[in-house]
């Protein structure tokens, strides 16, 4: 126990970015964004460098999470598939100039090859799980306060997937409308249909567009399909 003791007191700035990054990921459900914080805390050798980047990984980290948490959409939000792949290569960035000093350069390459690499393979894994799957909440859940929702069954065909909700209660469609409003989505022509149509775009490389159909049908019922356009 004395050994483990003298451990946590020579080491403890290494366990400080860590927490701050899962207090950032962990209510988003974005754990990977740890693995580039994870890595850093463990080559980092001195306290001062390992928290002077630690805090800066943490920063973008947060860049990249909490806007898209927050409903907030544009070209300076990153998207969620940037999460996987955008991210470790900006953190690899951050870390550059200080690795050498820490580790030598053939730890350097190592270390920030390997958080690149993870980043590219988890980025596949997420691309191919969403072939053939539904879209994710995308800011349309939950649904405005005072509703209740109900979740159809949705559509997949030609590569695309929609999902699909029933929203009933007071001025249930004015609710919506603002709802979605809020969430970023702004308004595009309407279909021929007569449903309405919004649509929210982020992405800092790629962008990523989300387009949600409204169709009122009682004053009190609404039907919301959205899908990643």
Not at 33 to 54: D, E, K, N, Q, Y
Not at 82 to 90: A, N, T
Request: hydrophobic fraction near 50%; include cysteine; charge should be neutral.
């Amino acid at each position: 126990m004395p050994i483990l003791g003298d451990a946590v007191r020579t080491h403890w700035w290494r366990f400080v970015p860590v927490g701050a990054a899962a207090a950032v990921c962990v209510p988003t459900s974005s754990l990977f964004g740890l693995v580039p914080v994870v890595l850093w805390c463990a080559l980092a050798r001195t306290r001062r460098t390992g928290l002077v980047v630690g805090g800066a990984l943490v920063a973008v980290l947060a860049w990249f999470v909490l806007p898209r948490a927050l409903g907030l959409a544009g070209p300076w939000v990153p998207s969620y598939i940037e999460l996987f792949w955008l991210y470790p290569v900006v953190a690899a960035l951050v870390c550059l100039p200080a690795v050498p000093r820490e580790r030598g350069i053939a730890s350097a390459v190592l270390v920030l090859t390997t958080m690149v690499a993870t980043g590219l393979l988890a980025t596949a894994v997420v691309l191919l799980g969403q072939l053939e799957s539904k879209p994710g909440d995308e800011g349309v859940l939950p649904g405005p306060a005072g509703l209740k929702v109900a979740e159809g069954l949705g559509h997949c065909g030609s590569g695309n997937c929609s999902r699909e909700v029933t929203l009933t209660g007071t001025s249930a469609p004015d609710a919506t409308r603002e709802h979605l409003a809020s969430r970023g989505f702004t308004p595009r022509p309407a279909l021929d249909s007569g449903d309405e149509r919004v649509c929210r775009a982020d992405g800092l490389v790629f962008t990523h567009e989300v387009c949600a159909e409204s169709r009122t049908i009682t004053p009190a019922e609404v039907r919301v399909v959205w899908y990643v356009d």
